[in-house]
């Protein structure tokens, strides 16, 4: 798999809006009419580069390569920001992995469909932000035996000029015919058709005959598509009564009618159009033609969420996924973070910008509520991944009597990313089960939140979004100091060290820490409890033990005794609690020195299909947690009511 990732810059400096990579090259070249083609080495940073020979006459660009025989991921990193760009990998040999094989890359080509896009001919118009299109078929109908090159515009204005290939295509038992049109028709016209493609069509051999054409899709699931038909009426010399007529089926449902007048190129551009498996295309006389049916070109697409495909593929800048919710467009905050519009992920809902009396981030000034409706879904495809969500920030999703929910931002971090042996995240948190969080505290912490992203300044703090809040708790004495740096990284849940150098410790070595934790109901409450340690006393003699029980509603969960310089993590699940659990950590028989307390985590389980059942779909969510998916595809939906 090859994946591109955008991040903030200016796409203006390409050459002729072109964005040209010799991958595997060790420099930059120059080839075919003066085009600068870049080498890739400093936008991929895995991977092997190598020279070939081809045994065909090939551009010079191809004769480079880069392959990769390691890793299920290889990433190349670009720098685009807020345009509509046209990929393209590799030419005659694209990125290929089959059973055995090294998937390899030979070209990388990026074209900025906005330089072209003006009011008489705008470029793919259905298209919105937050959408890759895959290319499935591009077909020049009638066309000669010989693809027109992506470049021919180069030569000649009136052809390509948005670097796609025109696969030409003559179909049995229709008939194919060329001609000549006006010089560069095309450009004046929805998507700029080079003259070659609208030079040629195919047409049944009677009036009344229709054109059938079949697409095959890669997978027999239900995909949502994007087709584009182009037309010319090259009749010219037809009477007034000679009418061309068409509509235009897919599987069977009337997509458009419209009538063909001569000398004029007609687009029709139709999404979403949900198929599955073959799409059946007829193309028909409509009542009152007179003159059978015709097509020149055609492109079909599959449509994909950008945010489903982050999820799927684990391609989070940093793990993260980052909604500003109530947003028109993607939008770049905080080290270049890429935070995309929520517009594609709910239909509910009304957008509005707000001026905060206090400074926030700038994605904290957008915000969706929602007037109506006890329910109001956020719709994204997870694949088996646990995964962190959040929502909000300083405002968060709120419903009180009378009161209208809104949510300012939704914020989703891949765990599995984190995830190696020397430290597992939440290791018994299972399948099929969301964990809401209920509180996440830093004891003997300053006064000061650690920010959910500290991780990107410094790689000891915290990497996972997550926010852990200062508590000292009165009778207790707080303390702070120094730790090996990284410490928290090599253990369980990968602690920041923010929170690893503070602690609460009772007075004496007899007494213990009690701690109260009230939960929103009285109900029976399955819960997952986190506690963190370490130990400071690094002179303490070979006497001075530190032995703890942990006790929860006065039931014994862990006897442990913790030794100097090394983070304890004990994780309880399931613990059983009614209304408020009372944690008690004391010191344990033997124990020198009292208990301590470095950070403790709270989280209320709920089974997903119990939680899918009583919200009919979806799930519940208040403030933040942490879902675990052990199913194929979950249609996940977050609920505000």
Not at 241 to 248: L, M, S, W
Not at 411 to 430: G, I, N, Q, V
Not at 600 to 620: H, P, S, W, Y
Request: glycine share 6%; charged share 20%.
């Amino acid at each position: 798999m090859l994946l591109l990732h955008a991040q903030a810059a200016s796409f203006a400096n390409f050459e002729s809006s072109f964005l040209l990579v010799d991958t595997g090259a060790n420099d930059t070249t120059v080839h075919y009419k003066d085009q600068i083609w870049l080498s890739d080495k400093h936008l991929i940073s895995t991977g092997r580069s190598k020279l070939i020979k081809p045994a065909i006459d090939v551009q010079p660009f191809m004769t480079s390569l880069r392959y990769f025989p390691k890793g299920a991921k290889n990433c190349y990193q670009l720098s685009l920001y807020n345009h509509k760009f046209l990929f393209r990998a590799g030419k005659s040999i694209n990125v290929i992995l089959m059973d055995g094989e090294i998937p390899f890359i030979s070209s990388l080509e990026a074209t900025s469909l906005d330089k072209y896009t003006y009011t008489h001919h705008p470029l793919y118009r259905l298209m919105k932000n937050g959408t890759a299109f895959h290319l499935l078929s591009r077909t020049n109908y009638g066309g000669y035996n010989r693809i027109l090159p992506p470049w021919s515009g180069t030569d000649n204005a009136c052809e390509e000029r948005l670097n796609r290939y025109w696969t030409p295509k003559s179909v049995p038992g229709y008939l194919n015919y060329s001609f000549s049109v006006d010089s560069c028709i095309g450009m004046y016209y929805e998507n700029r058709a080079p003259d070659t493609v609208m030079r040629t069509f195919i047409v049944p051999p009677t009036a009344s005959d229709s054109i059938f054409l079949s697409v095959d899709f890669p997978t027999n699931d239900p995909q949502s598509t994007y087709f584009v038909f182009y037309f010319l009426d090259v009749k010219k010399s037809r009477t007034i009564n000679e009418t061309r007529k068409v509509d235009i089926y897919i599987d069977g449902a009337l997509k458009s009618e419209m009538e063909i007048k001569d000398g004029i190129i007609y687009v029709v551009s139709l999404y979403p159009v949900l198929v599955q498996g073959t799409a059946n295309v007829t193309i028909s006389p409509a009542n009152g033609s007179v003159l059978p049916p015709i097509l020149n070109g055609m492109e079909v697409f599959i449509a994909r969420d950008l945010l489903q495909e982050k999820i799927e593929t684990n391609d989070f800048e940093s793990s993260f996924l980052l909604v500003d919710t109530g947003a028109n467009d993607t939008t770049v905050h905080y080290k270049d973070q890429i935070w995309l519009s929520d517009k594609h992920l709910i239909s509910t809902g009304r957008s509005k910008l707000i001026k905060p009396a206090i400074d926030v981030q700038p994605f904290m000034t957008s915000l969706r509520y929602f007037p109506k409706g006890a329910k109001n879904c956020y719709q994204l495809s997870l694949y088996n991944h646990k995964f962190l969500f959040r929502a909000g920030k300083s405002i968060n999703v709120i419903l009180m009597d009378g009161e209208i929910p809104f949510i300012s931002s939704l914020e989703a971090t891949s765990l599995d990313k984190y995830t190696y042996t020397h430290h597992p995240l939440y290791r018994l948190m299972k399948n099929g089960t969301a964990f809401h969080l209920l509180s996440r505290t830093n004891y003997g912490g300053y006064n000061r939140i650690l920010p959910p992203w500290s991780g990107m300044d410094n790689a000891c703090e915290e990497r996972l979004n997550r926010y852990w809040t200062p508590k000292s708790v009165p009778g207790y004495l707080n303390y702070s100091f120094s730790v090996d740096s990284c410490i928290g990284m090599y253990y369980e849940n990968r602690a920041p060290d923010t929170v690893m150098r503070t602690f609460i410790v009772p007075p004496t070595a007899s007494d213990s820490i009690f701690l109260s934790v009230d939960f929103p109901t009285n109900d029976p409450q399955s819960t997952y409890f986190v506690f963190y340690f370490l130990d400071v006393k690094k002179s303490r003699t070979i006497n001075e033990t530190r032995k703890v029980d942990i006790y929860i509603d006065g039931a014994l969960k862990s006897e442990m005794e913790i030794k100097d310089g090394i983070i304890y993590v004990v994780s309880l699940y399931p613990v059983l609690v009614q209304g408020t659990a009372n944690v008690t950590i004391s010191p344990a028989n033997g124990s020198v020195l009292p208990p301590i307390l470095n950070g403790m985590e709270v989280f209320i389980a709920r089974d997903l299909l119990q939680e899918k059942i009583e919200t009919n779909g979806g799930l519940k969510m208040i403030y933040s947690f942490i879902v675990v998916l052990g199913f194929h595809v979950f249609s996940f939906l977050i609920l505000f009511a």
